[in-house]
């Protein structure tokens, strides 16, 4: 970045505007391209002050304002090169005589042999005068990069006198970039407090409640708390098993992005309104374990012109710096509704292309999770192959995702029990969204609790259904358009079924040393034993009905007739499939 500032200093552009709060690091960049310069340094409280030691220099009482300090030292140019470094000053960028004074120094330095002097101005507040908007030249804050914060923890661990490892280095500087140096060194400090060392797992929750404070105290973006599985996600097979592929990259992210595997852009989730999107989008923070924070276009709209396109750089480069984290965008297409369309208001189709060219050009690991549910308003700019790593479909959930969706929210409730036959409420609910369930399910325990029922019972449940008109009822035609949408875009399906896979010991053993998983691609998660550790195993795919007619020879080997939750745990362990699913309920 400092070779920027000097390429801008020798081809005469007068004003550099840098815009960073870290003030500190703004001087390291100019004292390291200062030579043959003198440096002079305006303080709203003390007029000049020494730029090396941050003295005041007494000329002047008057001098404490800044058409004073300007009216001084616009001459002090054609003695040698100057540097003008005035700190916070944008609330005097309305005086029309300060507007007058830098106008009248910037021209001298462009036109005028002999004078040459830079204005930098230094704020993180952007306010830029019209009349002088042609001179002025925007350059960005430098957060310190990977390296160098690796660095600083290597040194401030051999400063403390304790061990790191280059593993929690690597860790910690990712997680850490995008912050700037002097709240990077705040955060060491904080860390070494709690337990005289620094690690990662011991000290990242220190540096998420750093981000969480950043982001509440700007007030542009949400931060998003709570705790999600994808176990709370009925249905979506396809989806869930992508998410976790990503969830293995950001992981070990750090590692993942030496060996060469491209940084995470995002994904689209188009589909129907209540079928998991916005579920889906917390539950990716969790399992990503990144903090997750929500974009609500509505609180970047300004009155007055450049403020909304201001306040959305001043956005995503907030979510760059808490990076790495997941940026929430909830129905995109009101957010961007029309970015193509004649009669669009200009800012919108400004922002548009703002976002666009971010998601195109981000090097931090913000990872994007946009839903749409009306998908006829989504700007076509939004599809195109490389904005978003994968673009998903979501449609009405079928029986079996249904027949899942009660269990999990019977189970979150506590009200969960082998004798609710779910397979009757399912055939029943054709239609039904996820929403619509679990709306369902609240009606019914609220109506058991009423009725003083000792537990929610089926016939609880199916009185809730008569009383239950879904959505997608309501609106048939609108629905049965965005079906037709969604078919014609090269999307993957969300709730696509996945093969089962029986893994049967080579040397054929009995049936009751055989274990079954499900793998959702063919690749192994991991081989389960139940006896033989040792055994090699071979997988075959299968589908559901041949795994559940395996599942069954195990159970009968172990001589047990139960088929609840209870059994099939002791006896069978699973990787992602439910006992519901396959004998845990009716």
Known sequence: MSDILVSYINSLRPILYIKDQDLVAVDKRIKAISSGFRVVEYSNAYGTIDFETKRPINI???????????ALYKDAAFDSPHFFVLKDVHHELDNPVVIAQMRHIAERTMNTPGYSATIFLVSKVQKIPREIEHLVTLVPGMPPKQRHIEKMIRNYSESQGFCISEEDIGALALELKGLPEFQIGQILNSAYCNGGTVSFNKDRPIILDEKKQLVEKSGLLEFVTGDHSLEQIGGLETLKHWIRKKADIFRDLDRALKFGVDRPKGVLI?????????????????IFKTPLVRLDIGRLLGKYIGESEANMRDALALAESI??????????????????????????????????????????????????????????EFLRKGRFDEVFSVVLPDKDERREIVRIHLEKRNR?????????????????????????????????FLSKSKQVETSHLLDAVEKTMPLAKLLKEEIDIQKEKLSKYAAVEANKKIDWIATECADNCAPHECIIHQDQFGMPFSNYYLFKETTSFTSVPVREKAAKEMLVQVLKAHETKKRNAASLYCKVILNGLKPSVIGGGK
């Open 60 to 70: 002047s009482m008057c001098e404490a304002s800044l058409a004073s300090f300007l």
């Open 270 to 286: 188009l589909g129907l309104p209540g079928c998991g999107k916005s579920l889906t989008a917390k539950t990716t923070a969790s």
């Open 323 to 380: 990076s790495p984290c997941v940026l929430w965008i909830d129905e995109i297409e009101k957010a961007f509704a029309g970015g193509d369309a004649g009669n669009t208001h200009e800012v919108t189709l400004r922002l548009v292309g703002h976002f666009l060219t971010w998601m195109q050009e981000k090097e931090n690991t913000v990872f994007v999770v946009a839903t749409a549910n009306n998908i006829k308003n989504l700007p076509p």
């Open 416 to 448: 969960w029990h082998s004798g609710i036959d779910t397979s009757l409420v399912a055939s029943k609910t054709d239609l039904f969204s996820g929403a619509d369930l679990e709306s369902l399910i609240s009606m019914a325990v609220e109506s058991a």
